[in-house]
Structure formats: C-alpha cells, structure tokens
C-alpha cells in the first residue's frame, strides 16, 4: 500500500504484552459471538457450547480492539481524560471485551465477575433475550454513541468535546460509515472547534476496505487522496498501514503519542495566546485488514480481509463439524491459556496495562456524568408580555425566548455549559438576542478584502452554533447532552425532518438508559420548530411540513413530549420546563411570527401544569357547575390552530347566540391518550370534563390530521372528534390562504360545527351563507391584491356581543 503521511515507528519499546492483549480483546470477541458454554475453551468444543443463534459483527472488530488497547497505552503514559466513540457500533462484542478486560464491566455489573463463571455470564448475554444488545449502545459503560445507525459518531465526539477543555474524543469511524452523508458533513469540526476553551477529537478513520458485502470508497481510494481530504477540511492526518501485527503496534503508538502533542500543543498556545484560526488537529488513518486475525479461508472462500468476515465468519457451526473445527482452532490460536489464570482471571501482566480508575475509559466521567449542575433559569417575569386586552396584542412569539437564551448566556459564561445549536436561522427565528450576550463560533477567519461588521456576531470565541446541516446541529447538541450539558436545536418546521431519524435513534438511547440505575439522567434534547408549515406563505410548499410531530409521536411515551403553546407567554413556561428536565426528546412547535397573545404568564403556568384547559372567557357556555353541556367543544392547539379557533368561535357567538360553545385549548399533546398509554395522558374523569361525554368535537390541530386521531385511540367515542389539519396543500400564498388551502380557516371550522351541531339553531343558514362567500371573497381577493382581507388581517379578539 502507498502511504503518503506514514507515521514513523515508536522505536526501543517492546509491544510483546500489548499484542497478548489485542489477542485477549479478539478472543473475547469471538467468544462472545459463538459461545454460550465452555468460554475459555478448556474442554474440548462441542455443539452444545455454541449459541443456537449467532449474531454479532466480527470485521471490524479486531480494529476496534487495536485502537483500544493502543488509546490504553497513551492514558498510562499521559494520564489523559479520553471518552472512546466506536463508530462502528455494530463491534459492540469488541468495545464489551475491552471495557471487560480494564475491570469497569465487572463492576457496573458484579455478577460478571473477572472469573470462569463471570465469562460464562459475559459470553452468554451478548446478542441473547435478557443480555445485551450487539451494538455498543446505553448498557456499555462509557458509551455515549451506539453506532447502530451510521453517519454519526464524529458529530457526537465534536459535540462533546465542545466546553470540554481537558477531553480528548477518540472517535473511530469506518470506512462504511465515512460513506454517509451526515459523516461526511462531520469532517468540518475544526472550523468549529476552539483549543482555547474545548477539548479534542481525535478521529481514527479505519479503513479495512468492505462493508457488508463490497468495497467501500474510501477502502478504494489512493493514501494520498483519503489525506487530501481530510486535509482540505482542516485535519493533519497521518496514515498507518499493513497486515504485520507488531510493526503496526510500532507505527499506531508513534502516531498516537504524535497526536497527543500536537493537541497539547495546540491547546497551550491556543490558551497562551489566544485562538486566532482553526487548528488543524491530528487525525490518524488506520488500514488494516477487515476481520484480521480471523480464518483466512472458508468453503475455499477467503474471509480475511474481505466482506465475507463482515459479521459470523463461521456459519451453522452446531451443525457443521468441519465448521466446529475451525472456531476451536481459531478461539486456540489466541491461546487463552496463557491470557487468563486458573481462575479465568486476565494474568497479571496484561491487567497491569489497563489504565486505573476514572482514566479508564469505561470509566470516564464524561461517559456517564449525566447533569450534575442543573441549569439556572432566570424569572420569567423579566420576559412576560402583557395579554391585555385578552387576544389584541400582536408580538412575534419566540422573541422573548431569544431574550430567556440571552440570559442564560450571560449567566454561564464563567461556567459555559449551554448552547444554542441552530442552521442559519437564529436571526430568522427571531432569537436574535442572544448576540447580544455571544456571537456566532467560527474559527475561519473573514476573507482578505471582506467587509466584516461587529453586528455579524461571528467570532472564535462565540457560543451559538450555527452550521447549515440540521444533521450537524442535533448531532453535535445530542453529544453536548450526553456528557452533561444543556441546550437547544432550533430549526424550520418542515427540515427537522432532515435530522428525523436521529430523533428516532436519541429517544431509543434515552429509553433504554432510562432502565439502567447506573446512568444518571442527562438533559433533554429540546427541540424548537419555528417557521411552520402555517407561515411559511413566503417560502413555499417544500418550506411547509409538521412531519416531526408524527415521527416523535410513534416513540415511546415515557421519553417524548410534544408541545404547542399558543402564545409568547406559554413558550416561556415551556422552555423554563424543558430546559430543567432530562431524559426526554421535548418537541416544541410555535411559530415565529408577530401573533395575538392571550395569557399572562400566571395563567400560562396554569394552563402548561394542566396541559389542557378550557378557556371560558372564549365562550359562551353556562357558568362552572352548570349541568347544563354545550353544543359544541371548539378546541384548539398551536398557534394559528387556535387563532382560527377563536375567531371561529366569536362569529358563532355574534351571530348565533343560542349556541352554546366550549372552547378548549391544548398546549401539551400528550395530554389527549389515555394514561395508560402515556403518562401525561389525562384521567377519564378530566378528560370528560374538558370536551364532556359525548358532545361532538371539532378540533383545529396543527399536525397532520391522521397525528391526533392517533393520539386519541383508546378514548371513548374518539370518533365525535372532527379534526382539521393540515393536509398537504400548499403554495406561496397568503398566511390565511394557507388555512383556507387545507379547509382549517375559521369559515371552514364554522361550517364543520354548523354541520355537527345536534340542534336546529335560528339562523345557522344564515351564517353557513356568510362563510362561504367569505371564501369566494378571499379567493378573489388575494389574487388581485396579493395580500388577505383586511377583515383577516386586522383581526384581533373582542367580546363577541350579540
């Protein structure tokens, strides 16, 4: 292989011991894949020691123990804080080896002790009902990255590098996964990444050259083409390559213990003098061959060093004599005999090359620290608006929550442990005052001849993240979070959907660390959606989507919320709430344009711990006690929902009287399922009390329709609940002629009620006549104007008098 950057050979060491034991963490790994009897193979193998079932990843395994046991050795020699990302997840049996062999597994779990009957129990419950999982997920200790899903490990080790001053993030990457799209975005953490307050991140791109069943790129690609990129994006790579074992313990430690000086060394400048450009940090490329030291030939097959190790080399072995011959012969050439005494414990000699303590790297304190200093959030009375009158004044909603993030800047700036994280949207979403405490991080200094302004807020040493990668943004908070700090992604409605899945994959981690006393709890993710699909008039059909709502709401309910408030005042409630809780995926949708406003901010706590009220001074109904029901229950939830409710609801009361009219108003959407379902789900007792026992509903809901009635599966008679929603449609247009597109306008929900209503009521024809030319009217209107009519658009509430 050409290498263009080779590293040089640690020279005068003797790697003897260090090879026994990448052989200990190898034979481990099989072990863990193919037995469930026997594990140190002191009995002849029989079939009855193999696992019915084998699963498990042997390919990149053998890598992921190198590297492992090579980061061992530079934490001995430094005493280095190093959290370890494995990339490549799937190598889960290699990562619980290793974690196995320096003690921590043992004594996160006592009953797998450092013995024979504690191996048994290790190789036993890896990949098996009630074990562990086969990827490096919530129950590895030191895991902060599963790895499952690929494309995001080197954004979780930049995230929690950020505000880590003394971490070094060794994260391995491999080639399958550096082929994704959000890795490939990853490589330009050291335009973000500041020597001067942040720790490092070490990436190790592994190149074995397959995934699972052909060549990767990167595999294919030329030393001097794989350094040139990462060159181009600011790394200073350095290859090591072969398939001789102890010349490439020779050449990883050289390139190892180069790499820990140059982080120093560019952290103490860094920290001397002031960071003044982006560093361009180590980086190691690593090529060795897939499933290394595994059969080199199988069925007249070569294994090693192709796809075909990928995951189980050996297949059917409990019915393949020839098949059980191999593994014995395999687990053998390790020759555990002399890894592990009598009692199956690893001999001292190996032990001893286990960092101690906390170094460990299952240890480490940034791989399980949870939030150990809660964050303090200012008096929200310092932000409140005034809602008097009651649904006139008009304020972009999320405005005050830029001046609550501001503050919480200023707050931590000694202590910095938050961060806003969001594509180049801060000012769009109107958080803008946050530059008012930091600006903008950018390591990449303005272009000679360009005119920089103080008012762009960029700096090296700013605190909010701004990156046009949704993917980025979430990646490097979920990495700021799991290691225990606070924060919030902010984004356009319809493109959190870009980062989707990894919603989907952070609430799968939180739920299964939820189970595991030994985690601390960590704060939420707290997701923010501005610019939703109801005003984005401006942008378009492709701007306009609340799709996340749906994808948050098929998770499971002990670790996802989803919140709607109405107004500035219940965002503030909101984001007080979420910014103190932990273990939750919090997804708050509000918009972030001018709005009515409706409750002060004692009210607005009253409603958000209720989750769902009644708002009486919207309708018309008998007073509290009254048997007597209304016609109809309007509720609402979301921001233009409930507008549209409201308005709704005062033309039914100015010019129906008769009608009695419930309006509802949902913030917390969880509150709609039964409890047995989720536990914010409201009794049946309150839930009958908000929209009563059988009285048809007709709900203005932000989401798409399909989302609520999904959340009221299991409530009696969810049927009588009529929702509106949107529905697809859209353009650019009008803010109103978006809800007149998806027939949630305040005429269409009139004439839904008008329909429902079990009544005959005097002059409701009347009225259903007025609506639809009200439509006709609009129609007209902005095509010839390009603006809504000013009925629309003036429109605040007043007592509906008859």
């Known amino acids: 292989m050409e290498s263009a950057t080779a590293a040089p050979e640690a020279k005068g060491e003797d790697f003897t011991l260090l090879d026994r034991y990448w052989s200990a963490a190898n034979y481990l790994t099989v072990a863990q894949i193919y037995l469930q009897e ?121 995230g929690a590098a950020m505000d880590n001053p003394g971490l070094i993030v060794a994260c391995v990457i491999g080639d399958g996964e550096a082929e994704t799209g959000p890795l490939e975005a990853s490589w330009k953490a050291p335009s973000f990444l500041n020597p001067a307050r942040d720790g490092a991140v070490l990436p190790i791109l592994h190149l074995n050259g397959h995934k699972i069943s052909g060549p990767t790129v990167l595999g294919r690609k030329s030393d001097n083409d794989v350094e040139a990129l990462l060159k181009a994006h600011g790394w200073d790579p350095v290859t090591v390559s072969g398939d001789d074992p102890l010349r490439i313990h020779r050449a990883l430690a050289a390139a190892m213990d180069t790499a820990y000086s140059g982080i120093r060394g560019l952290q103490t400048e860094a920290r001397t003098r002031g960071a003044h450009g982006p560093a361009r940090w180590p980086a190691i490329i690593l090529r060795t061959p897939k499933g290394w030291t595994g059969p080199a030939e199988v069925n007249g097959l070569p294994v090693e060093g192709t796809f075909r190790s990928h995951q189980v080399p050996l297949s059917g072995v409990k019915e393949n004599p020839e098949h059980l011959a191999l593994l014995e012969s395999w687990l053998h050439s390790y020759r555990p005999e002399t890894l592990f005494d009598d009692t199956g414990k690893l001999v001292p000699e190996l032990a001893a090359l286990s960092p101690k303590g906390d170094l460990r790297m299952g240890a480490t304190p940034a791989g399980r620290s949870g939030a150990p200093t809660p964050l303090a959030i200012p008096a929200l009375g310092n932000y409140a608006l005034p809602a008097t009158p009651r649904g006139s004044v008009l304020h972009e909603t999320t405005r005050p929550l830029g001046e609550l993030l501001r503050d919480i800047y200023a707050a931590t700036a000694s202590d910095p442990r938050f961060r806003l994280f969001c594509p180049d949207e801060t000012n769009s979403n109107r958080l803008d005052a946050v530059f008012q405490a930091t600006d903008r991080c950018l390591m990449e200094p303005a272009k000679d001849g360009e005119h920089v302004l103080a008012e762009d807020h960029v700096s090296p040493g700013g605190r909010v993240m701004e990156v046009l990668s949704e993917h980025l943004c979430q990646g490097w908070l979920e990495g700021y979070l799991l290691t225990g700090r606070h924060g919030l992604f902010a984004s356009y ?206 709900m203005a809901w932000h989401g798409y329709a399909r989302a609520l009635h999904q959340l009221l599966h299991g409530r009696p008679r969810p049927e009588r609940f009529h929702v509106r929603g949107y529905n697809e449609q859209g353009s650019t247009t009008t803010p109103f002629d978006m809800v007149v597109l998806n027939n949630m306008s305040r005429y269409h929900l009139v004439l839904e009620v008008l329909h429902r209503v079990r009544r005959q009521i005097a002059g409701a024809d009347g009225l259903a006549g007025f609506c639809r030319r009200q439509l006709e009217a609009h129609s007209q209107y902005i095509r010839e104007h390009f603006e809504d009519l000013p009925e629309i658009r003036d429109w605040a509430w007043t007592p509906p008098l008859p």
């Open 493 to 698: 409605e319809a493109f959190a959907m870009v980062s989707a899945s990894m919603t989907v994959q952070h609430a799968k981690w939180l739920q299964h660390a939820r189970e595991l006393d030994w985690r601390p709890p960590v704060p939420s993710l707290n997701i923010l959606l501005t610019s939703t699909c109801w005003r984005n008039d401006h942008n378009g059909f492709s701007h306009q989507g609340p799709g996340l709502i749906d994808t948050v709401l098929a998770l499971s309910g002990t670790v996802t919320r989803v919140y709607l408030p109405p107004d500035a005042n219940t965002l503030l409630v909101t984001a007080e709430h979420i910014l103190r809780s932990t273990d939750y995926v919090n997804l708050v949708v509000v918009d972030k344009q001018p709005h009515l406003q409706y409750l002060t901010l004692e009210e607005a706590r009253q409603h958000a711990a209720a989750g769902a009220s009644v708002w009486s001074w919207a309708g018309n109904e008998a007073p509290a006690g009254a048997e007597e029901t209304p016609d109809v229950v309007m509720a609402c939830a979301g921001d233009i929902p409930t507008q549209e409710t409201l308005a709704a609801a005062w033309l039914l009361q100015k010019n129906l009287p008769e009608l009695k009219v419930r309006v509802v108003n949902v913030m917390d959407a969880m509150v709609l399922p039964p409890r047995d379902t989720h536990p914010h789900g409201l009794s049946d007792e309150k839930f009958e009390e908000l929209f009563t026992a059988d009285g048809e509903v007709i």
């Open 38 to 158: 026997n594990p140190l193979v002191r009995e002849p193998l029989l079939p009855g020691h193999i696992k019915p079932r084998l699963l498990g990843h042997w390919g990149t395994s053998p890598g992921l123990s190198l590297i492992y046991a090579h980061l061992n050795r530079l934490i001995r020699r430094t005493s280095a804080e190093v959290l370890f990302v494995a990339g490549p997840g799937h190598g889960g049996p290699a990562v619980v080896a290793n974690v196995y062999l320096e003690g921590t597994f043992s004594e996160v779990y006592p009953k797998i002790g450092m013995d024979v009957q504690g191996l048994r129990r290790l190789v036993r419950q890896f990949s098996t009902p009630g074990g562990i999982a086969s990827h490096v997920g919530p129950a590895i200790p030191g895991s902060i990255h599963e790895g499952g899903e690929l494309g995001y490990s080197l954004m979780h080790a930049t």
